[in-house]
């Protein structure tokens, strides 16, 4: 074996050993004490510079066992002399050459300028990589390259799958700025795994009011998006601390904590902790005690169903604040029960001395008793509505944001209290096919899609369909 050869195999040898030297305690480091994604970035860049260098060695190595180190010779000197020279003489004679002239004779200056060019033109472009068997060396070093990034991810656990996901979030967790690791919150909060519920544990439990705060959001959102449950000592921790924070945190972490609680509820069933719904329960009684249910109680109260709370949240389908007043519509909704009715019917018909709901909750409320049925009660209710004067409006899409900092674009977290963009009238007509139509309904509807009504065309359309319909299902029936 040649000395070249020798020589490039220790190198490979060499680089290998110190790649892997490098490798192991780097991704241990990134993965358990780096602090800064900066720093993961500069030990990254310089692993991946040591693993070019050793697929371009090991590429060498490859050349000078095949082509006995041809592409090296051609690219690093050893054929640009004499013989070189001469066999391009003659494959190529000079246009400064006599024809007298032997190839190869003399030394005249116009006539290795001439030739320096016809080399550097033999170089050039894809003819050069094909005529200079370039192809099979850079052929051999992506290949290498791709079995060297291979070998160090199974070597160190999928490290760059690992990071490109969520290792970059549990640096900035570690970060020494709270707000990065607020950010790095949001980001985990959609990623399964028992680790990640442990990291939102130990912020929610000695982090900062802000992080606290965001982590109780996160372990709830992880409940919404129905993410597998983690084991029952991390679930039972997370009940733990979530109750703390209800009852000593701040007041914005106080509502944050409430729905978290609720979906805790909502996702385990009946392996909740025998302390949460009283604990929400309490915390309901203080704020009505204190004489303001905030947005997030409600919602709460919805996620649970939790029929003794109609009551406190009635006055709020009232309330000055839109939104809490169609999380309070939203809420007594989904309470399916008699009592819900109540509330909502009173509301709807605006009766004594309490103002009318505005547009947007009278939507909302529709919305909500197209939902909990009971035809006997809520048809005639419905078609006094439609009969209203002030019922030609529109009814937009409402949605109450429960992200911490009140945006959804990146990961979402809404309640959809008005699913539709559609006319307040039509909106009626669909709450009443789903609760079920009264026996006057047929003339009343006929009256509707008569094109001499004084209703958009749109609603005079809804109505003929629903006729049609109701007269299809009367004669099933007789």
Request: charged share 25%; aromatic share 8%.
């Amino acid at each position: 074996m040649r000395r070249a050869t020798w020589i490039l195999l220790l190198s490979v040898v060499a680089l290998n050993v110190a790649s892997q030297a490098y490798a192991v305690p780097m991704t241990s480091y990134i993965r358990e004490r780096s602090t800064s994604v900066g720093t993961d970035m500069a030990l990254r860049f310089a692993y991946f510079a040591l693993m070019l260098l050793t697929a371009f060695v090991e590429a060498l190595l490859f050349d000078e066992l095949v082509y006995r180190g041809g592409w090296r010779k051609r690219f690093f000197g050893g054929q640009r002399g004499g013989a070189f020279k001469r066999r391009l003489r003659e494959e190529t004679p000079s246009a400064t050459e006599s024809p007298a002239s032997p190839p190869g004779a003399g030394n005249d200056p116009e006539e290795d300028a001439a030739l320096e060019e016809a080399i550097a033109q033999r170089r050039g472009g894809l003819r050069a990589l094909v005529a200079e068997n370039s192809v099979p060396f850079f052929l051999a070093f992506f290949v290498l390259l791709g079995a060297n990034y291979l070998l160090f991810n199974v070597v160190n656990g999928w490290f760059d799958l690992y990071y490109s996901r969520t290792g970059h979030l549990m640096t900035q967790l570690r970060s020494n700025d709270p707000k990065e690791r607020e950010q790095a919150i949001l980001g985990l909060a959609a990623h399964r795994g028992e680790q990640i519920e442990r990291r939102l544990l130990d912020r929610l439990e000695a982090g900062s009011d802000g992080e606290r705060r965001w982590a109780a959001w996160a372990i709830g959102y992880r409940r919404r998006i129905r993410l597998p449950l983690a084991s029952q000592g991390t679930l039972d921790r997370a009940e733990v601390a979530l109750i703390a924070l209800l009852q000593r945190g701040t007041p914005a972490q106080k509502s944050t904590a409430a729905v978290a609680l609720a979906r805790m509820v909502e996702g385990r069933g009946e392996s909740i902790g025998a302390q949460v719904v009283p604990a929400l329960r309490a915390h309901l009684e203080a704020e009505q005690a204190a004489g303001e249910l905030t947005m997030e109680t409600v919602v709460a109260m919805g996620i649970l169903r939790e029929r003794a709370a109609v009551p406190l949240l009635a006055p709020m389908l009232r309330h000055a604040n839109k939104d809490r007043a169609l999380a309070a519509s939203w809420a007594i909704g989904r309470m399916q029960h008699p009592s819900a009715l109540g509330p909502l019917l009173a509301a709807l018909a605006a009766s004594g001395a309490e103002p009318a709901p505005s547009p947007e909750v009278r939507c909302g409320i529709v919305e909500s008793l197209g939902q909990l049925g009971d035809a006997a009660r809520v048809s005639k209710a419905l078609m006094d509505e439609f009969n209203r004067k002030g019922s030609d409006f529109k009814c937009e899409t409402r949605a109450l944001v429960l992200r911490p900092d009140g945006r959804g674009r990146r990961l979402h977290d809404k309640i959809h209290v008005v699913s539709t963009v559609e006319l307040y009238r039509i909106k009626l007509l669909r709450s009443l096919g789903r609760v079920g139509f009264l026996d006057d309904a047929m003339p009343w509807l006929k009256r509707i899609a008569d094109p001499g009504s004084p209703y958009p065309q749109e609603v005079r359309a809804y109505a003929g369909e629903q006729h049609r319909a109701l007269a299809r299902q009367m004669a099933l029936e007789r």
